[in-house]
């Protein structure tokens, strides 16, 4: 296998006029072009780039690039410090520069390089400042590592075709600096990260950048379950006063508890290169609910939303049913699609051709659509077709000042002016390559025009202010490099978002105070939900707070009620512990922690990477 993919690679380099056995070729313009293809090398799915220095030239880097801080460079043992990299880049510079066209002295002299490197707003102090990565923690004992990742740093500006500032292009957050190429789809600056990930992976061991990437997978994933458990509880049969109330009070819970939080800490043993790789990865997560939220802030908080809250919600037309062919349809339901559409108006022969021209690009609407949303893939239904043409025509009617008529991307070196959303509609469907932002704001606005109609808008409305605090808890996770940190606050965070699918937790708190105030007397002050989440059946929930009450009565008749007591339950095979006391002075019962039973390494882990203050009882917030 390994044979014939280096045939099939070597023809690749002959195709595009190189010699695959010069490393020279790696430094040539034409082996940008295929560079970052990715490609599956020893089970991780790397850039050709990658493969090729690895496989081909493990030894012999390109031209120019054979010092002692190049990425497969390996440390000799030596003492090494700053002069020794200025130097490096000093010499290789002049090499590839003097007496060429491309001669500029200022590139290959001395203080130039230093100020670059090392200088006030120089490549390391802008790593801190733009990129939130530190290198001073790591300074006394990789010091070699920190000089090789500024050189791959200074390469990855100097030595790229277009002029690149690499920390600010990282620090200005947005989803043009991921690599969305392996979807046929580009972005502005995702070939340069890519590139610079590749450099970076050169340097490191070779399967963390695995261990890595799996790891953001996982968190991802994860999230993304949780929103579509927050979300189901707008399918339920429970009324929407109890729907509405239950979304309140996960998102109250998720604002109070993102207030408690202290600084995340590192757990893990750093390494200076894999930490920067992994920080980068962390900033391409970030970058994406960075622009979620912009798009989802410009879509709820605009007049076209306040307006659909105030109408009232229309009856379809239809039952929603699946259709084959969307211009079909309209075109044998024109009198009614265009009623719906356009309600109160006199139907012209424009309003008709229009609604097929549309119509027609429907089908390239869902498919970006489904690429966007999570959960389950929309079908094209009359519905959603409705939905489409309805949410079109809105941005068809808009101009200029109107909230909705334009969008701005905002990214490192964009032009800074903002699109109408009709001519970017007009290029998503006509599979023409639109920034992913404008795709987002598209199945944004249809998903608040298929909750409107479903009479559920204030209820996504929730959801969005609920999705904005988990990717506040995302950014949270990975405010520090360091795998092991990032899997225990990760951890922890999701375990805080608590959902009971079968009961919603507002109904079950209140059933709960008003037994235990029956049986004892007092009044309820809950401080933790997790015990609530366990309420899955009339059974369990009675034989819970049955087992609560009494245990109060028999804590009544002690000398120091006020001092906390601890129970202990067995639910599903778990050990739980829960923690009460009473406050006399009030007379009522307070509900401090329920959570299963931790081993001391765990909470020492919880206390060592800065959620200390959480390891004894997760769902402590406010008060002791």
Request: with cysteine; net charge neutral; charged share 25%.
């Amino acid at each position: 296998m390994q044979k014939f993919f280096d045939v099939m690679l070597k023809k690749k380099f002959r195709d595009h006029g190189l010699d695959p056995d010069e490393p020279s070729s790696l430094d040539d313009p034409r082996y940008g072009e295929f560079k970052n293809e990715k490609v599956y090398y020893k089970q991780i799915c790397v850039t050709l780039d990658y493969c090729i220095r690895q496989e081909w030239f493990p030894n012999v880097a390109a031209a120019g690039m054979r010092g002692r801080f190049d990425p497969q460079a390996k440390w000799d043992g030596k003492p090494v410090d700053a002069n020794d990299l200025i130097e490096e880049i000093r010499l290789e510079t002049f090499n590839e520069l003097a007496g060429t066209p491309r001669d500029d002295e200022p590139k290959y002299d001395y203080e130039n390089i230093k100020n670059k490197l090392f200088g006030t707003s120089g490549l390391r102090d802008n790593l801190k400042q733009r990129v939130g990565f530190d290198t001073a923690p790591y300074r006394q004992f990789q010091k070699y590592e920190e000089l090789k990742l500024l050189k791959i740093l200074y390469r990855t500006e100097k030595h790229h075709s277009e002029k690149v500032n690499i920390t600010k292009l990282l620090g200005d957050l947005s989803l043009e600096i991921v690599d969305r190429s392996i979807l046929g789809e580009t972005s502005v600056h995702g070939q340069v990260v890519t590139e610079l990930l590749t450099q970076v992976h050169l340097a490191i061991e070779q399967r963390f950048p695995a261990s890595a990437n799996q790891a953001i997978i996982n968190l991802t994933m994860a999230w993304n379950e949780k929103l579509l458990q927050i979300g189901a509880l707008t399918h339920s049969q429970w009324p929407k006063e109890v729907r509405m109330a239950e979304l309140q009070r996960i998102r109250d819970y998720g604002k109070l508890l993102l207030e408690r939080l202290d600084e995340p800490r590192p757990v893990s043993d750093k390494k200076l290169l894999e930490s920067f790789y992994l920080r980068v990865l962390q900033l391409k997560q970030i970058a994406r609910t960075h622009d979620i939220d912009r798009v989802t802030n410009f879509i709820a908080g605009s007049k076209q939303t306040e307006d659909l809250r105030k109408q009232e919600v229309r009856r379809m037309p239809f039952p929603s049913s699946v259709i084959t062919d969307a211009v079909t349809f309209v075109r044998e339901h024109m009198n009614a699609v265009a009623s719906f559409i356009y309600p109160g108006e006199q139907i012209t022969v424009k309003h008709r051709r229009f609604l097929l021209k549309q119509a027609a690009a429907v089908p390239e609407l869902l498919a970006l659509y489904n690429k966007q949303k999570i959960g389950g893939q929309q079908e094209l239904t009359t519905f959603f077709l409705l939905s489409c043409l309805q949410e079109i025509e809105l941005s068809h009617s808009l101009g200029e000042g109107d909230d909705e008529n334009a969008f701005k991307n905002e990214y490192y070196l964009a032009n800074g002016k903002p699109r109408t959303l009709t001519s970017v509609f007009k290029k998503m469907t006509r599979q023409m390559n639109v920034e992913e932002v404008f795709q987002l704001v598209w199945t944004i606005k249809l998903e608040r025009r298929i909750n409107a109609n479903l009479g559920r808008l204030d209820e996504y409305l929730l959801l969005v202010d609920i999705g904005t605090v988990c990717n506040q808890m995302i950014n949270k996770t990975m405010q520090v490099p360091d795998l092991g940190t990032m899997c225990v606050w990760n951890e922890f965070l999701l375990s805080q978002m608590i959902v009971n699918e079968t009961m919603p937790i507002v109904l079950a708190t209140v059933e709960f105070d008003h037994i235990i105030t029956q049986m004892t007397g007092l009044s309820c002050d809950l401080r933790t939900m997790r015990l609530f989440s366990y309420f899955t059946s009339e059974v369990i929930s009675d034989v819970l707070t049955q087992s609560i009450a009494r245990e109060i009565e028999l804590t009544m008749r002690q000398r120091r009620p006020e001092d906390l007591q601890v129970m202990k339950f067995n639910l599903f095979e778990v050990e739980f512990f829960l923690g009460f006391s009473i406050d006399l002075a009030r007379r009522t019962f307070v509900l401090r922690f329920f959570m299963p039973e931790v081993n001391d390494e765990k909470n020492t882990l919880m206390e060592n990477a800065g959620l200390g203050k959480f390891a004894n009882g997760h769902e402590r917030l406010t008060r002791q």
